[in-house]
């Protein structure tokens, strides 16, 4: 059966921000979606308003009737989900058809031109840069993205009439293996996710072999440096500074905001101006370009899209913004990410304190990278750790955060969820930095409201 032929879609982990893109579409085309999730956020409530409807207990009275007819049912599910989760057992067990949502992407972008955008840090913020590119360019575009666009308030991205679609290409569980772009980009390969490929080698031949799925007739641009090797299709790099086929030059911190030109294989567009702060997103904006360029969009287009991007929801996303308090929130969970979060705050406030508050996602990323995340942490002036944020994992014995507070250089000290306003109202903040991907997102706004009030 083809997608088309099902009437009812039945997400479990509909919250989940990949899911929820996919769910948008269904709903827009007119098919009966559903979905499970186990919290309450933001998001769900989002999905909740625009008409979708969602149970938050696992229990089988909670399946609609019309979702037990399993001849017009698409299960799609996240590998997120427990095992012994009682629905997704309960559709398995009676033979309903079942996707993951990687599955279910690629099947929806087969028959487009696809872009691709993997990497272990960034494809986020640059599939959303490339989405706001072609969305307001002639080509148009449709886009799945891994984050909430502020520009538009949504993870999803419809141009009806357009060839492109824009994908953010997960390497988790090799989800990404499911997929077979036109163009593909993949802005970094560091070790993570070690609990899936066991050792970074392995990580690496996933992105090769990712890499080896594009188009007969498609074109690679990876971040200048990366090992890409025998890929048989038309190959550019890119890079912040370095000499690339596509890389900054003049580069001009102006009011918080980057300046730069951009020099590309045919010449160079002179006096880029980007909305969105951060060294580290003016590398994103570049690879977000390239693929533009290579795609065919114009110079024009690309210079008022990239003075119109207003960023993505969680990735160095102001809160607070005076001369006297600033408060960002980041999503960055990798010691690599930690560390160009914290360079762009320090580049733009060079002269402020920054205080950062952590909460580590994962007990087995906690484990591997504990000296890496006490070796970025100490480059702010004060930390505050949380407690990890288990996710999908049970505890490990003798795992948590103390594992990195012991070799971080600067002044720290634990802290739980509950305590975190009390003891942020104590402080004088001057830069306030919050990080991490677990639900660390649901303390932003409880935050952000008691230091205004203060």
């Known amino acids: 059966m083809k997608l088309e032929d099902f009437k009812n879609i039945y997400f479990v982990g509909i919250g989940g921000i990949g899911m929820s893109a996919i769910a948008r579409y269904f709903h827009s085309i ?12 933001k998001l769900t409530g989002e999905l909740l308003e625009e008409g979708i409807k969602i149970t938050f207990e696992d229990d089988l009275d909670t399946i609609p009737n019309e979702f037990l007819i399993k001849e017009n049912t698409l299960v799609v599910f996240t590998p ?17 058809t079942i996707m993951k949502r990687s599955q279910v992407l690629g099947l929806l972008s087969d028959d487009l ?39 538009y308030q949504s993870n999803l991205l419809l141009s009806k009439d357009s060839p492109w679609v824009i994908l953010e290409a997960d390497e988790f569980d090799r989800s990404f293996l499911q997929l077979h772009p036109k163009i593909a980009l993949i802005t970094s390969m560091d070790a993570d996710h070690l609990d899936i490929y066991g050792d970074k080698s392995e990580l690496e031949k996933s992105f090769q072999e990712y890499a080896g799925q594009i188009k007969q007739d498609g074109i690679l641009v ?60 003016v590398e994103n904006a570049i690879g977000a370009c390239s693929v533009a360029i290579l795609g065919g969009v114009k110079e024009e287009e690309i210079r008022a899209a990239l003075s119109s991007f207003e960023g993505v929801r969680r990735r160095f996303d102001y809160q607070i913004r005076k001369d006297n308090l600033v408060f960002i929130d980041d999503y960055a969970h990798h010691p690599k990410e930690l560390k160009e979060s914290i360079s762009s705050v320090r580049d733009i406030y060079p002269n402020k304190k920054i205080t950062g508050v952590f909460q580590p996602h994962l007990y087995t990323r906690t484990r591997d990278f504990a000296d890496g995340f006490a070796e970025s942490l100490s480059l702010l002036d004060e930390v505050i750790l949380l407690d ?17 507070m012991k070799n971080i250089t600067v002044p720290v000290c634990t802290c739980s969820k509950e305590e975190l306003i009390d003891l942020l109202d104590q402080k004088d903040l001057e830069v306030l930095l919050t990080l991490g991907a677990g639900d660390i997102d649901k303390l932003v706004e409880p935050i952000k409201n008691m230091l205004i009030e203060k």
């Open 80 to 96: 997120a989900i427990p095992k012994d989760h009682q629905q997704l057992s309960y559709f398995k067990l009676n033979s309903y």
């Open 30 to 41: 007119g098919k009966n979606v559903f979905g499970y999730d186990r919290t309450s956020t």
């Open 222 to 281: 990876h971040k200048k440096g990366l090992h890409l090797e025998n890929i048989k299709v038309e190959k550019y790099t890119y890079s912040l500074d370095e000499v690339a086929d596509f890389y900054a030059k003049n580069l001009t911190l102006v009011e918080g905001f980057y300046e730069f030109d951009l020099v590309h294989p045919k010449g160079v567009f002179e006096k880029l101006k980007f909305s969105y702060p951060g060294k580290i997103n």
């Open 113 to 151: 031109n696809g872009i691709g955008i993997a990497g272990t840090h960034g494809k986020t913020t640059v599939s959303t840069i490339t989405a706001h590119i072609f969305y307001n360019s002639k080509m148009g575009c449709n886009a799945f993205l891994g984050g909430i666009s502020r520009n």
């Open 388 to 404: 990890i944020y288990p996710a999908r994992e049970l505890p490990i014995e003798g795992v948590s955060s103390e594992m990195i």
